[in-house]
């Protein structure tokens, strides 16, 4: 029928059947989902498809703020500020009738407990070794002492936020490692309570969600949620011009010619929690300049950010200066809000920090010092042709000032497995580096972190760290983050404000990409023309 634009007409929430994503949507690049486990999710993919099925107890929203109306916990409280944390859930159940209760989130923090240094969380918001005593008050209600005071605020956000129910009642009569074991398996996750259930994977090809009809939560407006696996931008491209996505995430170079593809539109996200950062080795000792901050901030100081975010993002996106975002500027130092950091796009300063590190010219142009060549190999993950010419372009102005990158690809779980095997084995590499709510950074700078794969160590920074996290207000956070943008424990450098194309029957996709990692697929719907003779 033909529906003119009248109040009769007007757009109403639909169905719409299958919706197929690519993975990555949000991220710089897509690979694989390999876990469904919230307790085992290691990488930013794995992570957001635990969370459709086990969310936990806080929702950090794009302002970095507690979203009460997202979250399972219902309330939290520090009666003693800041060693004792009172906490009551929402009515909520698990898909077989069961009711969530304070004994499965304690079961998930057993689970951590067991596990110990190989729980992927290890170390962020203090878990599991800060906590005391986990104490349950009543089904809907349970208190955490803590083994010391600390900031409340970075508890709140880095450690309960981490934290959510799992269903003790169905796994507890498995051993971990058998839990570990069918962490890819998705007749294993029959139980969740979050939004959605896994139906099926297939390694390579894809994975397929459908609603929780039992889920205490908005309904869904769709009968199958598809994870397509793909190798580079492209073919997600292709897929949303063709109909067979129903959105991509598309690469800086290709923007211009999708803009007026037929049958799409443009979606420009908030910049993700996730940053672009060279990941250094400094326990290889073939790359030992890394550990001379000098060296590091000239090669923070050669990277044209500005000119990153013009070419690459079409100035849709942001520079780093540190392991904090831009915007929301909720948690930044006041001289950082006034765009005054330690370090910043000066090449002519780059080279007199290498000449104060005793580094000469030599013949090439390559700095060197005592026969060594300021060189190193830099890791890339394959497929991604945006990361790739921004690798170019760091490159670029890495020679321009006398340092050498040579750039070798491959998958992303290689790197990862290359990261995590010897020393001597990588001397640096690609590797999304998550933001915390509330960005102390315990996890991925303090000495011996769980998540500090490059070995970085530097007393001031523990101070500090510890600083941040024990001791109340935001001058010590904001006195870390002024040393860690000086020190570049990683060389940061610009990450774009995601742009995607969706398919026109598709809505909510900017709503369905929180910055955090978390995913909200209840706010995809589909567009129906309500009329007289619908």
């Given at each position: 029928?033909?529906?003119?634009?009248?109040?009769?007409?007007?757009?109403?929430r639909?169905?719409?059947?299958?919706?197929?994503?690519?993975?990555?949507?949000?991220?710089?690049?897509?690979?694989?989902?390999?876990?469904?486990?919230?307790?085992f999710?290691?990488?930013?993919?794995?992570?957001?498809?635990?969370?459709?099925?086990?969310?936990?107890?806080?929702?950090?929203?794009r302002?970095a703020?507690?979203?009460?109306?997202?979250?399972?916990?219902?309330?939290?409280?520090?009666?003693?500020?800041?060693?004792?944390?009172?906490?009551?859930?929402r009515?909520?159940?698990?898909?077989?009738?069961?009711?969530?209760?304070?004994?499965?989130?304690?079961?998930?923090?057993?689970?951590?407990?067991?596990?110990?240094p190989?729980?992927?969380?290890y170390?962020?918001?203090?878990?599991?070794?800060?906590?005391?005593?986990?104490?349950?008050?009543?089904?809907?209600?349970f208190?955490?002492?803590?083994?010391?005071?600390?900031?409340?605020?970075?508890f709140?956000?880095?450690?309960l936020?981490?934290?959510?129910?799992v269903?003790?009642?169905?796994?507890?009569?498995?051993?971990?490692?058998q839990?570990?074991?069918?962490?890819?398996s998705?007749?294993?996750?029959?139980?969740?309570?979050?939004?959605?259930?896994?139906?099926?994977l297939?390694?390579?090809?894809?994975?397929?969600?459908?609603?929780?009809?039992?889920?205490d939560?908005?309904?869904?407006?769709?009968?199958?949620l598809?994870?397509?696996f793909?190798?580079g931008d492209?073919?997600?491209?292709?897929?949303?011009?063709?109909g067979?996505m129903?959105?991509?995430m598309?690469?800086?170079?290709?923007?211009?010619?999708?803009?007026?593809?037929?049958?799409?539109?443009?979606?420009?996200?908030?910049?993700?929690?996730?940053q672009?950062?060279?990941?250094?080795?400094?326990k290889?000792?073939?790359?030992?300049?890394?550990?001379?901050?000098?060296?590091?901030q000239?090669?923070e100081?050669?990277?044209?950010?500005?000119?990153?975010?013009?070419?690459?993002?079409?100035?849709?996106g942001?520079?780093?200066y540190?392991?904090?975002?831009?915007?929301?500027?909720?948690?930044?130092p006041?001289?950082?809000?006034?765009?005054?950091?330690?370090v910043?796009?000066?090449?002519?300063?780059?080279?007199?920090?290498?000449?104060?590190?005793?580094?000469?010219?030599?013949?090439?142009?390559?700095?060197?010092?005592?026969?060594?060549?300021?060189?190193?190999?830099?890791?890339?993950?394959?497929?991604?042709?945006?990361?790739?010419?921004?690798?170019?372009?760091?490159?670029?102005?890495?020679?321009?000032?006398?340092?050498?990158?040579?750039?070798?690809?491959m998958?992303?779980?290689?790197?990862?497995?290359?990261m995590?095997?010897?020393?001597?084995?990588w001397?640096?590499?690609?590797?999304?580096?998550?933001?915390?709510?509330?960005?102390?950074?315990?996890?991925?700078?303090?000495?011996?972190?769980?998540?500090?794969?490059?070995?970085?160590?530097?007393?001031?920074?523990?101070?500090?760290?510890?600083?941040s996290?024990?001791?109340?207000?935001?001058?010590?956070?904001?006195?870390?983050?002024?040393?860690?943008?000086?020190?570049?424990p990683?060389?940061?450098?610009?990450?774009?404000?995601?742009?995607?194309i969706?398919?026109?029957?598709?809505?909510?996709?900017?709503?369905?990409?929180n910055?955090?990692?978390?995913?909200s697929?209840?706010?995809?719907?589909?567009t129906?023309?309500?009329?007289?003779?619908?």
């Amino acid at each position: 029928m033909l529906c003119l634009t009248t109040p009769a007409c007007a757009d109403q929430r639909g169905d719409c059947g299958t919706i197929v994503l690519p993975t990555g949507i949000g991220e710089s690049s897509a690979a694989d989902i390999t876990s469904f486990n919230p307790v085992f999710a290691g990488t930013a993919y794995n992570g957001e498809a635990s969370l459709l099925l086990f969310p936990n107890l806080l929702w950090i929203n794009r302002y970095a703020q507690i979203d009460w109306y997202r979250s399972i916990a219902s309330a939290v409280s520090t009666p003693d500020q800041g060693k004792t944390y009172d906490v009551t859930l929402r009515p909520w159940h698990w898909s077989d009738g069961v009711p969530v209760t304070s004994q499965d989130v304690k079961y998930y923090l057993d689970l951590a407990n067991e596990l110990g240094p190989e729980w992927p969380g290890y170390g962020g918001g203090g878990l599991p070794t800060i906590i005391k005593s986990f104490n349950i008050i009543s089904a809907t209600q349970f208190q955490v002492v803590l083994t010391h005071q600390v900031n409340p605020e970075w508890f709140i956000y880095n450690g309960l936020a981490s934290l959510g129910p799992v269903p003790k009642h169905v796994w507890d009569k498995y051993t971990v490692d058998q839990i570990f074991q069918a962490q890819s398996s998705p007749s294993f996750y029959d139980v969740v309570d979050g939004p959605l259930k896994i139906q099926r994977l297939d390694i390579g090809l894809d994975a397929v969600f459908v609603p929780n009809p039992a889920y205490d939560g908005p309904k869904m407006h769709f009968s199958r949620l598809v994870f397509k696996f793909l190798e580079g931008d492209g073919a997600a491209v292709q897929g949303a011009e063709s109909g067979d996505m129903d959105a991509a995430m598309v690469a800086a170079d290709l923007i211009s010619t999708v803009k007026n593809v037929p049958g799409v539109y443009p979606v420009i996200l908030q910049e993700t929690s996730f940053q672009n950062s060279i990941l250094l080795n400094f326990k290889n000792p073939a790359v030992g300049f890394f550990n001379d901050v000098r060296v590091r901030q000239a090669m923070e100081d050669a990277i044209d950010q500005d000119t990153m975010v013009k070419l690459f993002f079409q100035g849709a996106g942001a520079p780093a200066y540190g392991p904090f975002l831009l915007q929301p500027d909720t948690f930044l130092p006041p001289a950082m809000r006034a765009g005054h950091f330690p370090v910043g796009y000066d090449p002519v300063k780059a080279r007199a920090l290498l000449a104060q590190a005793g580094y000469t010219p030599g013949p090439d142009g390559i700095a060197q010092k005592h026969g060594q060549r300021l060189s190193f190999v830099f890791l890339l993950s394959a497929g991604s042709g945006a990361l790739e010419e921004m690798t170019d372009f760091i490159q670029d102005d890495f020679r321009k000032v006398g340092i050498e990158m040579k750039v070798r690809e491959m998958d992303f779980n290689q790197i990862i497995a290359t990261m995590q095997g010897p020393a001597s084995g990588w001397e640096s590499g690609a590797l999304g580096t998550p933001v915390e709510p509330y960005p102390t950074g315990e996890a991925d700078y303090e000495t011996g972190a769980f998540q500090n794969f490059g070995g970085y160590s530097d007393p001031t920074m523990d101070k500090l760290i510890n600083a941040s996290v024990n001791e109340p207000g935001l001058q010590n956070l904001f006195n870390y983050e002024t040393y860690a943008s000086a020190q570049q424990p990683l060389i940061f450098f610009a990450g774009p404000n995601p742009f995607l194309i969706v398919r026109n029957r598709l809505h909510g996709m900017k709503d369905f990409v929180n910055p955090a990692g978390d995913f909200s697929p209840d706010q995809l719907y589909c567009t129906v023309q309500k009329g007289p003779n619908a």
